[in-house]
């Protein structure tokens, strides 16, 4: 049988969703929690990478299963894992049904605090410059991304993607009295190609970088002078949808 889970983490202590050989990965402690439930050997399938420090408030994930599930199965697995990694539920699903190919939209959201708050260390990018930038700038950036498909702008250098399309759906920020919030959505994302994005705004409204430099760079698919990353921990995955369920922000 096959299943999905639906889970959240706090990316901070993890090199990321994805496996890696020499750092914890949140994916090698869900499998090391699941074939201890169902003493068998578990592999899990994200719906997709998240960097080192980017946290996922709402994440999908299937697996396979040959022997049936204990009926306590979302406790076991919660009691095991550690407090920043919670399962939400556990559903079967059909043979074919895949995590990551069949997403259908992808939503993320970056938070920018204008204030220090000890309490948003590890979940929002401290912007203490905020005063000087021009947030309709920011806001020109975001409305600028909807008219293209093509990102390799967008991009980390060290990707392996074989190309650079994908179909945006929402590209907006949110303005509020002490943070700032970026939503995006889009069918697929590139290696780190949202917080390539907000440091293309802030760029922007710090006047560090002109708006039609953004506007050249994705005319021309070429790389962005003056480009900025955005710390990870602003980060996070807030909503996958597939046909047949819905999105969850």
């Known amino acids: 049988m096959r299943y999905f889970l639906e889970l959240a983490y706090r990316g901070t202590a993890y090199c990321g969703w994805q496996r890696q050989p020499n750092a914890p990965s949140v994916q090698e402690r869900l499998e090391q929690a699941l074939s201890t439930i169902l003493r068998e050997p578990v592999e899990v399938v994200g719906c997709g990478r998240t960097d080192t420090g980017v946290h996922a408030r709402y994440y999908v994930a299937h697996f396979d299963a040959e ?57 929002a990018w401290f912007y203490p410059q905020w005063r000087k930038v021009d947030t309709n700038a920011m806001q020109a950036v975001a ?43 889009a069918n697929r994302f590139l290696r780190g190609m949202v917080r390539l994005i907000v440091g293309a705004c802030v760029q922007v409204g710090s006047g560090k970088v002109d708006l039609e430099q953004i506007k050249y760079a994705l005319d021309t698919q070429t790389a962005l002078k003056g480009s900025l990353s955005a710390p990870p921990q602003g980060l996070a995955l807030t909503g996958v949808r597939y046909n047949d369920l819905p999105i969850r922000v």
Not at 154 to 183: G, P, V
């Open 67 to 123: 022997n049936e599930l204990p009926p306590r199965l979302l406790d076991g697995l919660n009691s095991i894992l550690p407090d920043d990694i919670a399962i939400y539920s556990c559903k079967a699903v059909a043979a074919t049904a895949h995590a990551r190919y069949d997403a259908v939209e992808r939503s993320y959201t970056y938070v920018v605090s204008l204030r220090k708050d000890p309490f948003l260390q590890e979940s």
């Open 143 to 185: 409305h600028l991304l909807m008219q293209y498909d093509q990102f390799f702008p967008f991009c980390k250098t060290d990707s392996s993607a074989d190309h650079y399309a994908c179909k945006m759906i929402r590209a907006e920020w949110e303005f509020q009295e002490n943070q700032w919030l970026f939503h995006i959505h």
